[in-house]
């Protein structure tokens, strides 16, 4: 609440408010309503840290579902080797607008992209992912998973295109993953990162990807306004 507070202030830099949620809980409801807000744009659960079948439980799926009838969305946060287990959510829950964050936490430092075979096969979920039509990709956290010689667009250029040519780009939106981006090659240098990978495409595609994208996805309507 405190932060949706914040966004709803005028001169300040945030303008919506993605909230931490447990779904697996029967009081998510009543959480819902705690923290209810024009702000609130959606709920996030970290997935990676928790049992793989937390999201196939039905009380998980029936919260999930709530969110899409409050309009409101949920950022998935799971690893590579999960990206099936969110593909199944996203199906369950067909009412409900789905972020996937992180690009879904590929091995860059274990991946040999894009000979690899955990690259490939990290491109085959990915693109079953998004063939689903409730689900977009978040561009993000990537340098955090990489080693430190691969903390360049000349090494994470194959995931960027992989996720370009899933997702497209009316359906992917951008994330400095701030403070988690200290534990690669922090925030500046993921910015350049990202302007040297989105440097060849048409600037109607950049400003979606970077702006237009997340404002419309979250529900962002004052976002042109304040940026």
Not at 82 to 87: H, S, T
Not at 198 to 211: F, H, N, T, V, Y
Request: net charge neutral; proline share 5%; glycine share 10%.
């Amino acid at each position: 609440r405190f932060f949706c507070e914040l966004a709803g202030d005028a001169g300040n830099a945030i303008l919506g408010v993605v909230a931490s949620g447990r779904p697996e809980h029967d009081g998510f409801g009543d959480y819902l309503d705690k923290i209810a807000s024009p702000k609130l744009a959606g709920i996030r659960r970290v997935l990676h840290t928790q049992p793989d079948e937390l999201s196939r439980s039905a009380l998980f799926r029936e919260n999930v579902a709530r969110l899409g009838a409050r309009g409101l969305t949920f950022d998935l946060c799971v690893l590579q080797r999960q990206l099936g287990l969110a593909a199944e959510l996203a199906r369950a829950c067909p009412s409900t607008t789905f972020i996937l964050d992180h690009c879904g936490v590929p091995d860059i430092a274990g991946n040999d992209a894009p000979r690899g075979e955990g690259f490939r096969q990290w491109v085959s979920a990915i693109r079953d992912f998004a063939a689903l039509s409730n689900v977009n990709g978040k561009i993000s956290g990537l340098t955090a998973y990489a080693a430190a010689h691969q903390r360049n667009a000349a090494h994470l250029r194959p995931y960027i295109d992989t996720m370009l040519e899933a997702f497209g780009p009316s359906r992917l939106v951008w994330g400095g993953d701030w403070p988690v981006v200290n534990l690669g090659s922090g925030l500046p240098a993921w910015c350049d990162i990202t302007r040297e990978l989105l440097a060849g495409l048409p600037e109607a595609d950049r400003s979606a990807i970077l702006l237009e994208n997340a404002a419309r996805i979250y529900k962002l309507r004052d976002a042109a306004d304040r940026l």
